[in-house]
Every structure is written in C-alpha cells, then in structure tokens.
C-alpha cells in the first residue's frame, strides 16, 4: 500500500516563501513521475509541478521562475519551493506518485493547505 505524506503547508504573507515535502512509503516503481498539484474550490485540480525519477522537470506557466521542484530518490520524496508567493497561490497542494509496471499506478496524497494572504 503506497502512502504519500505531505507537509509544509500553512500561511504566508504575500513575497514570502514556503517549502512542501512529499515523502512516499510502500512500494514504488524505482521509475516514477512524482509531481505537486494544487485545486480551489469550483475548479480542476491543475499541475504545478512535475519531476521524473532521472531529474527531467515540468513547470505549469504560473510556477516558472518562482517554483523550484525537487527529489531525493533515495527517500522516495519530493519538495516544492515556492519563492514570491501571491494569493492567487492559494489552494490546496496535492502530491501525486505515477508509475508504470503491468499497468499505470497513480496515487495521491491528502493535500496540505497553502494561504497567502496579508
């Protein structure tokens, strides 16, 4: 059974900055795409950003230049930086973990609250 445990979440003032962590636990394909996403209420969740196991990355627009993702292989974790945050940041951030075998697994994490606001 895959876990994915997230946090680092809470509040911030408008330009600040916070660190996510998503550490996974059970069993995962040694080759995976862990990934942040983010949803608000009435709308799709959408990708903030993504890291394959081999380091290559994918940034939604709004994320470029501000977000850093990262990855400890070992740990099986994923970390999101997030510099200069603006209230329309917020939302909740979900990990997700996706890899493929005999068929594709995906499993996400149960979200961890990000508020920018003054």
């Known amino acids: 059974q895959v876990q994915l445990a997230e946090s680092g979440g809470g509040l911030v003032q408008p330009g600040g900055s916070l660190r996510l962590s998503c550490a996974a636990s059970?069993?995962?394909?040694?080759?995976?795409?862990m990934g942040w996403y983010r949803q608000v209420p009435g709308k799709e969740r959408e990708l903030v950003a993504s890291?394959?196991?081999?380091?290559?990355?994918n940034y939604a627009d709004s994320a470029k230049g501000r977000f850093t993702i990262s990855r400890d292989n070992a740990k099986n974790t994923v970390y999101l930086q997030m510099n200069s945050l603006k209230p329309e940041d917020t939302a909740i951030y979900y990990c997700?973990?996706?890899?493929?075998?005999?068929?594709?697994?995906?499993?996400w994490g149960q979200g961890t609250q990000v508020t920018v606001s003054s």
């Open positions: 890291i394959a196991t081999g380091g290559t990355t």
């Open positions: 997700k973990v996706v890899y493929v075998t005999n068929m594709a697994y995906i499993h």
């Open positions: 059970g069993t995962i394909y040694s080759t995976n795409i």
